[in-house]
């Protein structure tokens, strides 16, 4: 059988093996093949090495002259969808202000939430659009988007519609997750909310397929552990995944939930202490580190290389949203990890591809070998480095999914 199409001018093929995640020390594990080929047939790959190894026969050729190449990023953690804007927060915070504070005063994730729920879908798909796309440009081809700035449960339901339309326009994989953001503000309707969330919002999503995982943020000004917990339980009694936005300001038990629910990643982990990167290194759950939060927080920088040291499997996303994170860019939230949590070139490469697909449950990407999807970028340079070396400007030249070149 010959293969569809084969590229060369691979300068370097650089890429992680094997579906399962990478803890401590095999994330540093990136296999770099020089002047490599990449052989691929109906949006798939047939066949990775280096070009003076391939014996086939290819119906097309396509030489790129040169360049490095690297799996498509995944991008494990986005808000992509919202209204509204958080430009009076910003300028509050640059005064003084916290975002806890911000928050606890009626504004920050609430103002967004009340911009979110006003809007129709098709103005949410329009606003999201070309921030999907732009995370795309730089390199990801994967990426997740959460709802979370719903609150009611119909707005819940109408941010998953948004989500399901740009999936099914977007030339990226969309995944997406429904996201259990704030309680309400009065503390006597919090457990009535839970149990609507419980009885409603998750059957039809599950029903819908409208999520593959539910989240629930942590923390002292949003989700108590008993709560969550109620949700996540309920969750997987609908075949849902869990995960959790945790640790991020406070440790309150997050991480500990997270691990004892098997949870497939806990998210953020700024404020984690020494117990609780040993409980993620110690099991499967991925811990997914969100550098763009704390560039533009100014809170700690989660430990990245404490995790790794440890044993811990870490995977690396914008988390693009307006509050916290408004980095439109998967390969610069890399180059942050590499500056900001101490991570070394390969585990950044790791955290934003392997690492990422399985903090989503995926096991067919993040990696450039024989059966996965072929997902990958074309660098503007000869090598892989510089993806993570640049900043303010766009390291990838070429941006491929399924087979096929979408842009870049
Ligand atoms: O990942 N911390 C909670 N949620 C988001 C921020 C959302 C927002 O500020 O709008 C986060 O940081
Ligand atoms: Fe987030």
């Given at each position: 059988?010959?293969?569809?199409?084969?590229?060369?001018?691979?300068?370097?093929?650089?890429?992680?093996?094997?579906?399962?995640?990478?803890?401590?020390?095999?994330?540093?594990?990136?296999?770099?093949?020089?002047?490599?080929?990449?052989?691929?047939?109906?949006?798939?790959?047939?066949?990775?090495?280096?070009?003076?190894?391939?014996?086939?026969?290819?119906?097309?050729?396509?030489?790129?002259?040169?360049?490095?190449?690297?799996?498509?990023?995944?991008?494990?953690?986005?808000?992509?969808?919202?209204?509204?804007?958080?430009?009076?927060?910003?300028?509050?915070?640059?005064?003084?202000?916290?975002?806890?504070?911000?928050?606890?005063?009626?504004?920050?994730?609430?103002?967004?939430?009340?911009?979110?729920?006003?809007?129709?879908?098709?103005?949410?798909?329009?606003?999201?659009?070309?921030?999907?796309?732009?995370?795309?440009?730089?390199?990801?081809?994967?990426?997740?988007?959460?709802?979370?700035?719903?609150?009611?449960?119909?707005?819940?339901?109408?941010?998953?519609?948004?989500?399901?339309?740009?999936?099914?326009?977007?030339?990226?994989?969309?995944?997406?997750?429904?996201?259990?953001?704030?309680?309400?503000?009065?503390?006597?309707?919090?457990?009535?909310?839970?149990?609507?969330?419980?009885?409603?919002?998750?059957?039809?999503?599950?029903?819908?397929?409208?999520?593959?995982?539910?989240?629930?943020?942590?923390?002292?000004?949003?989700?108590?552990?008993?709560?969550?917990?109620?949700?996540?339980?309920?969750?997987?009694?609908?075949?849902?995944?869990?995960?959790?936005?945790?640790?991020?300001?406070?440790?309150?038990?997050?991480?500990?939930?997270?691990?004892?629910?098997?949870?497939?990643?806990?998210?953020?982990?700024?404020?984690?202490?020494?117990?609780?990167?040993?409980?993620?290194?110690?099991?499967?759950?991925?811990?997914?580190?969100?550098?763009?939060?704390?560039?533009?927080?100014?809170?700690?920088?989660?430990?990245?290389?404490?995790?790794?040291?440890?044993?811990?499997?870490?995977?690396?996303?914008?988390?693009?949203?307006?509050?916290?994170?408004?980095?439109?860019?998967?390969?610069?939230?890399?180059?942050?990890?590499?500056?900001?949590?101490?991570?070394?070139?390969?585990?950044?490469?790791?955290?934003?591809?392997?690492?990422?697909?399985?903090?989503?449950?995926?096991?067919d990407r993040g990696r450039l070998e024989a059966g996965c999807v072929a997902d990958f970028v074309v660098l503007q340079t000869k090598d892989w480095r510089e993806l993570v070396y640049v900043?303010?400007?766009?390291?990838?030249?070429?941006?491929?999914?399924?087979?096929?070149?979408?842009?870049?």
């Open positions: 059988m010959k293969t569809e199409l084969l590229i060369t001018g691979i300068s370097q093929l650089a890429t992680a093996e094997g579906a399962s995640a990478k803890h401590g020390r095999s994330m540093s594990e990136l296999k770099v093949v020089q002047d490599a080929a990449l052989a691929i047939s109906g949006g798939s790959i047939d066949w990775v090495g280096a070009r003076s190894d391939w014996t086939g026969e290819a119906v097309a050729t396509l030489d790129l002259g040169g360049a490095a190449v690297l799996p498509g990023l995944i991008d494990p953690h986005t808000h992509a969808v919202w209204a509204g804007d958080r430009l009076a927060d910003f300028e509050a915070r640059v005064a003084g202000a916290t975002y806890e504070q911000i928050l606890l005063a009626g504004g920050g994730i609430r103002s967004t939430v009340r911009a979110t729920a006003a809007a129709s879908i098709e103005e949410l798909v329009a606003l999201a659009r070309p921030r999907v796309e732009a995370l795309l440009r730089s390199g990801a081809t994967t990426i997740e988007v959460k709802s979370g700035y719903g609150f009611a449960i119909s707005a819940e339901i109408a941010m998953l519609d948004s989500i399901a339309t740009l999936a099914a326009e977007s030339q990226a994989r969309i995944i997406a997750t429904l996201l259990i953001h704030l309680p309400p503000v009065e503390s006597g309707e919090r457990s009535r909310y839970v149990e609507q969330v419980c009885a409603e919002l998750i059957p039809e999503v599950a029903r819908r397929g409208l999520a593959s995982a539910v989240d629930v943020f942590v923390e002292r000004e949003a989700w108590h552990v008993a709560e969550a917990e109620q949700m996540f339980v309920c969750a997987k009694n609908h075949g849902l995944a869990v995960k959790l936005h945790s640790d991020q300001f406070h440790s309150i038990g997050g991480v500990e939930l997270g691990v004892r629910m098997g949870a497939l990643s806990v998210d953020h982990l700024e404020a984690a202490g020494a117990a609780q990167i040993e409980a993620i290194a110690a099991s499967a759950t991925v811990a997914t580190i969100l550098p763009g939060v704390s560039l533009h927080l100014g809170i700690p920088a989660a430990p990245g290389r404490r995790l790794i040291d440890v044993g811990a499997a870490v995977a690396v996303g914008t988390d693009l949203n307006p509050g916290s994170s408004p980095l439109y860019s998967s390969a610069g939230a890399l180059g942050l990890a590499v500056r900001m949590n101490g991570l070394r070139a390969q585990e950044a490469i790791v955290a934003g591809t392997v690492n990422a697909a399985c903090a989503l449950g995926l096991s900043m303010g400007a766009n390291p990838v030249r070429e941006v491929w999914v399924g087979g096929r070149r979408v842009g870049g």
